[in-house]
């Protein structure tokens, strides 16, 4: 069957480095994304990957395996403000179609 | 570029009501997926609409129902409302199937 697993929640220190993993098993793997929610709002597009390695954005880099079925959002140098919902979405091309298949988000807590 | 836009932003009905929820997608996106969410809860898909045409259906039941529009703007609408349809829906459009969605603030209906 299709599942993605995420931790439900994390907790890190301002300032500090957290992974957020995120493991899939779909049949037909197309593509990763991220998405940050803060509490209240609607989710935010992060990060796509479809090719296996490390893509950065500024302090926020994702990382794809394929062959372990394995994504991860590394934040560096947290700050109060990434306090929120980490989302990772698989999209899968099913026996006919695309779909997107959504994890139940890692809530992550900044502490100062 | 104009964000995507749903209306009303908020909404309260009773039980038994019937409800329809708009969204306008980003100009040039053909793609419109509708998402409830509840308390502490992941995103729940419910359906997506390419071009006027229903793409891929969460497991919700028939009381749920959607279109899309000419002009990609798509209309969302629950008949004989229950308790637990209280919850945040949210609209997210891309510009093809299941390409990288962009949210609009959502519409917080209350059913009592």
């Known amino acids: 069957g299709q599942n993605i697993d995420q931790p439900t929640e994390m907790t890190a220190t301002e300032g500090a480095i957290v992974q957020i993993n995120c493991t899939y098993q779909?049949?037909?793997?197309?593509?990763l994304f991220w998405y940050q929610q803060h509490a209240g709002e609607a989710p935010t597009f992060l990060s796509y990957?479809?090719l296996d390695g490390l893509e950065e954005k500024g302090r926020f880099s994702s990382f794809l395996s394929r062959s372990k079925g394995y994504s991860y959002l590394l934040l560096k140098e947290l700050q109060m403000k990434d306090s929120a919902s980490y989302l990772c979405?698989?999209?899968?091309?099913?026996?006919?179609?695309?779909?997107?298949?959504w994890g139940a988000g890692t809530k992550l807590i900044i502490k100062p | 570029k104009a964000g995507v836009t749903q209306t009303p932003r908020y909404l309260i009905k009773t039980r038994g009501q019937q409800v329809t929820l708009s969204c306008s997608p980003i100009?040039?996106?053909?793609?419109v997926s509708w998402y409830q969410q509840t308390p502490g809860q992941g995103l729940q898909f419910l359906f997506e609409?390419?071009?006027?045409?229903?793409?891929n259906k969460g497991n919700f039941p028939g009381r749920f129902s959607g279109r899309q529009f000419s002009n990609s703007r798509s209309e969302m609408n629950v008949s004989t409302l229950e308790l637990g349809d209280s919850a945040l829906y949210l609209c997210?459009?891309?510009?093809?199937?299941?390409?990288?969605?962009?949210f609009g603030p959502g519409t917080r209906l209350t059913v009592l």
């Open positions: 997210a459009s891309s510009i093809g199937h299941t390409d990288t969605q962009y």
């Open positions: 100009s040039g996106h053909r793609s």
């Open positions: 609409y390419f071009s006027e045409t229903q793409r």
């Open positions: 779909t049949s037909g793997f197309n593509g």
């Open positions: 990957n479809v």
């Open positions: 979405a698989v999209r899968d091309k099913g026996d006919s179609n695309y779909q997107l298949i």
